[in-house]
């Protein structure tokens, strides 16, 4: 149940409403990182948009947030652009705003006469995958994922097969560290141009405990965050862990030219005032990477 304080709180109140009135200007990752429409190079293109990737607000969230998200190592490969959008809702709502360029459900969403990202890129000649290491029944993403365009999609079963571990805590699946490697193999073995979208699960709030390798840190004090709730010391770790899995895949050496784009879904839904208050409540962060010719 919604806690009082979650009400007054006009810092976070997009959080917990779902769509804005009507002619509010509409942005997004895709369009703001230049990847709307397809390229002349026919890169490879990866879109990851990351549960709960906020913008925090605290001088010490802002350094990790940039150590993660704002590598040096990056501007040797790929050109790096960054900013932020609004969000309202929740992921799948961030979903439609990425796929379909629209403020929306995904139920009731008129899929067959909306130009989505993933026909968009078929289109051009592309194969499209779509990926989420929960089951395919939740949010019906089984169902409205190819209706949005995607030829494939796989899920924690199949993450599994592929060789994924499997992550437990509150959403029990496929460990996203573990996704990165994945889909740098399906890029390196492919003979078209992919579009690969994948929405992270491991850092959906509350991360408890097993939900993604690397969170003992938080309770021997070793983290980062150790000094601060556990809960937001566990988030910002999960978040480490999938921006060193995305850098690996980005950084390796034989990985083709391939572009990314990195994107929130929502800001952090802490239960608690004070944790909501750590984190921009109307904006995520959006990160593209641009390949640099040879």
């Not at 409205?144 to 509150?170: H, I, Q, S």
Request: aromatic share 10%; glycine share 10%; hydrophobic share 45%.
């Amino acid at each position: 149940m919604m806690q009082i304080d979650a009400v007054a709180t006009v810092a976070t109140s997009n959080t917990y409403k779902g769509l804005p009135p009507e002619g509010t200007p509409f942005a997004s990752g895709v369009e703001s990182g230049g990847v709307a429409q397809p390229g002349l190079a026919r890169r490879h293109l990866v879109v990851i948009v990351v549960e709960a990737l906020g913008i925090p607000t605290f001088e010490e969230g802002k350094r990790l947030f940039a150590a993660d998200w704002d590598r040096p190592a990056w501007r040797g490969r790929y050109e790096v652009a960054s900013g932020k959008v609004a969000y309202f809702g929740s992921t799948t709502n961030g979903e439609i705003r990425e796929l379909c360029g629209a403020f929306a459900n995904f139920d009731g969403f008129d899929f067959a006469h909306a130009d989505c990202l993933p026909r968009r890129y078929s289109k051009a000649g592309y194969d499209t995958l779509a990926i989420h290491a929960f089951d395919g029944g939740f949010f019906d993403r089984r169902a409205w994922w190819p209706r949005a365009g995607f030829a494939r999609t796989e899920f924690a079963p199949d993450l599994v097969r592929g060789g994924a571990r499997k992550c437990g805590g509150m959403w029990p699946g496929a460990c996203d560290v573990d996704i990165a490697a994945q889909i740098g193999q399906r890029l390196k073995s492919a003979s078209r141009p992919q579009f690969i979208y994948w929405v992270t699960l491991n850092s959906h709030i509350p991360v408890l405990a097993g939900a993604t390798p690397g969170l003992a840190g938080c309770e021997d004090g070793a983290a980062p965050l150790a000094h601060a709730s556990l809960l937001q010391c566990r988030l910002f770790q999960a978040h480490h862990d999938i921006a060193e899995a995305i850098s690996a895949l980005a950084m390796d050496p034989a990985l083709p030219p391939t572009d990314f784009l990195i994107v929130g879904d929502h800001m952090p839904p802490f239960m608690r005032r004070n944790e909501r208050l750590d984190f921009d409540g109307y904006s995520v962060p959006w990160i593209v990477l641009r390949n640099r010719p040879a």
